[in-house]
């Protein structure tokens, strides 16, 4: 089997289908416009750069659509990115597909459900457990589809639910740890803290914002569907508030996109854990990608960083 990009290395030569992920105009100190596209294969994604476009490679271009890429894998200020040699549109007798290049979740979609159903299941306080079992299975078709970002951790297919099921599994152990963690509120504020991101992202395929998700944002979104569901099934009380808290606070800082700093111990472990499953879903993916003794591409949300592989076992 053909290696993806992922498995490339700084000065290997490139002869692959890719689907443009995004695809952004600019315009080059000549005057003349330019192509940035992230071109993705199932292994991973690299930028590179088209010089000099018409109007019509614009539209060829574009998102979504499948290329034939030859080219050279160069390292631009600590990040892999392809020079292009030659680039031409898949023609139907290529026989590539959309789907030949999503990275999807190691987890099946079933396996997902069930974990998630049965931790909803152990939920004792009947209130919240309705509201987490009647937004899920309202929403879980998109849930189980989309990405948990557009970028940085998770951003591929079925990442949301995966991103979930980590969480949950850290949320478990915390609990265990210390037994004073409400598991309900916790457990609850784990499946629907991103919930609103079927709402905010555009779908699995050249992920972008929504018009709503530029507007809203997908915390103020869920917010707001917790509020209208408690209406819908008569459900009063303090959990709704506190639900809704735990979706509020969640970022943990304002700077981080917070409306408010988390202030119930559930809803700082929520924001610490979903911290921890982000961190470590971007740098295992960075890693993977490393060879021991080397270090991996500058790693934008961590600080711009670059981490070393150790060649101890």
């Given at each position: 089997?053909?290696?993806?990009?992922g498995?490339?290395e700084?000065?290997?030569?490139v002869?692959?289908y890719f689907?443009i992920?995004s695809?952004?105009?600019?315009?080059?100190s000549?005057?003349k416009?330019?192509?940035t596209?992230?071109?993705?294969?199932?292994?991973?994604?690299i930028?590179a750069?088209?010089?000099d476009?018409?109007?019509?490679?614009?539209?060829t271009?574009a998102a979504?659509?499948?290329?034939k890429?030859?080219?050279?894998?160069?390292?631009?200020r600590?990040?892999?990115?392809l020079k292009?040699?030659?680039?031409?549109p898949?023609?139907p007798?290529?026989?590539?597909?959309?789907?030949?290049?999503?990275?999807?979740?190691?987890?099946s979609?079933e396996?997902?459900?069930?974990?998630?159903?049965?931790s909803?299941f152990?939920?004792?306080?009947?209130?919240?457990?309705r509201?987490?079992?009647h937004l899920?299975?309202?929403?879980?078709?998109e849930?189980?589809?989309y990405?948990?970002a557009t970028?940085?951790?998770?951003?591929?297919?079925?990442?949301?639910?995966?991103?979930?099921?980590?969480?949950?599994?850290?949320?478990k152990?915390f609990?265990?740890?210390?037994?004073?963690?409400?598991?309900?509120?916790?457990y609850?504020g784990?499946?629907?803290?991103?919930?609103?991101k079927v709402?905010?992202?555009s779908?699995?395929?050249?992920?972008?914002?929504?018009?709503e998700?530029?507007?809203?944002?997908?915390i103020?979104?869920?917010?707001?569907?917790?509020?209208k569901?408690?209406e819908?099934l008569?459900?009063?009380?303090?959990?709704?508030?506190?639900?809704?808290?735990?979706v509020?606070?969640?970022?943990?800082?304002?700077?981080?996109?917070?409306?408010?700093k988390?202030?119930?111990?559930?809803a700082?472990?929520?924001?610490?854990?979903?911290n921890?499953?982000?961190k470590?879903n971007?740098?295992?993916?960075?890693?993977?990608?490393?060879?021991?003794?080397e270090?991996?591409?500058?790693?934008?949300?961590?600080d711009?960083?670059?981490f070393?592989?150790?060649?101890v076992?």
């Amino acid at each position: 089997m053909a290696k993806g990009i992922g498995q490339h290395e700084v000065g290997e030569q490139v002869d692959l289908y890719f689907l443009i992920k995004s695809s952004t105009r600019g315009i080059a100190s000549n005057g003349k416009p330019f192509l940035t596209v992230i071109l993705q294969d199932k292994t991973g994604d690299i930028e590179a750069k088209l010089w000099d476009v018409s109007p019509e490679d614009e539209e060829t271009y574009a998102a979504e659509k499948i290329v034939k890429v030859a080219g050279e894998v160069m390292n631009y200020r600590g990040r892999n990115q392809l020079k292009v040699r030659n680039i031409r549109p898949a023609q139907p007798q290529d026989g590539v597909r959309v789907s030949d290049f999503l990275e999807v979740a190691p987890l099946s979609r079933e396996e997902m459900v069930e974990y998630i159903t049965q931790s909803i299941f152990e939920m004792k306080n009947s209130n919240i457990q309705r509201l987490t079992r009647h937004l899920l299975n309202k929403y879980q078709s998109e849930f189980l589809e989309y990405p948990a970002a557009t970028k940085n951790h998770h951003e591929f297919v079925s990442g949301l639910a995966y991103h979930v099921v980590s969480m949950l599994k850290l949320a478990k152990t915390f609990a265990d740890l210390y037994p004073s963690l409400n598991r309900d509120l916790l457990y609850s504020g784990v499946i629907l803290h991103d919930l609103g991101k079927v709402f905010e992202l555009s779908g699995p395929v050249s992920t972008t914002y929504t018009v709503e998700g530029n507007l809203l944002g997908h915390i103020s979104i869920m917010v707001n569907e917790i509020g209208k569901t408690a209406e819908e099934l008569g459900i009063e009380g303090e959990e709704v508030m506190l639900l809704q808290h735990m979706v509020l606070s969640h970022h943990g800082k304002e700077e981080w996109g917070s409306p408010k700093k988390p202030l119930i111990k559930e809803a700082e472990m929520l924001h610490l854990i979903d911290n921890v499953d982000a961190k470590m879903n971007m740098l295992d993916r960075a890693l993977d990608k490393t060879k021991p003794g080397e270090f991996t591409e500058r790693i934008f949300a961590l600080d711009n960083r670059s981490f070393y592989k150790p060649t101890v076992e």
